[in-house]
């Protein structure tokens, strides 16, 4: 798997402070959140979208859930508002993915597969539980 250029972790690095900034902000204290974790974008890899154009795939950890998320390689600033979710079929199966704005910053496809990190104790266990995600995700499911 090629790794990713600077300026897509760097992409990937402002997307998650938008996000950051624009759901969980100042405001820590949300029933479900979990004030140890942080917004992260881990184990991102190259991803061909359902139309043919490009984008990066990956772990996306908020203090409130880990999500799939895809990354369109032309993120026009635009998000493709009432558009039908996509699906991506991956090893272990197929994934809904649903268009999410982040304001002026631009726009990503996220499927939430876990919507509860109470129980993570640190960042480290989140990147690991990410990690683990993206094996799972990325191994074909027996039949």
């Known amino acids: 798997m090629p790794a990713l250029s600077a300026d897509q972790y760097d992409h990937l690095r402002r997307l998650a402070t938008v996000w950051e900034r624009m759901f969980h902000g100042a405001d820590r204290s949300a029933p479900r959140d979990n004030p140890r974790l942080e ?9 061909t979208l359902p139309d043919g154009r490009h984008g990066l795939l990956g772990a996306w950890i908020t203090p409130a859930s880990l999500s799939l998320v895809v990354v ?21 199966g197929r994934y809904p993915f649903r268009a999410v704005s982040l304001g002026g910053e631009g726009w990503l496809w996220q499927c939430e597969l876990l919507d509860d990190l109470r129980d993570l104790d640190s960042r480290q266990d989140g990147s690991r539980l990410a990690q683990r995600l993206m094996r799972t995700v990325m191994t074909p499911a027996a039949d």
Do not use: I, R
């Not at 917004?39 to 991803?47: E, G, H, I, K, R």
């Not at 026009?76 to 991956?90: I, S």
């Open 39 to 47: 917004v992260d974008a881990l184990c991102f890899q190259p991803q």
């Open 72 to 92: 369109p390689e032309t993120n026009d600033l635009e998000c493709p508002g009432g558009t039908a979710p996509m699906t991506l079929a991956l090893p272990s």
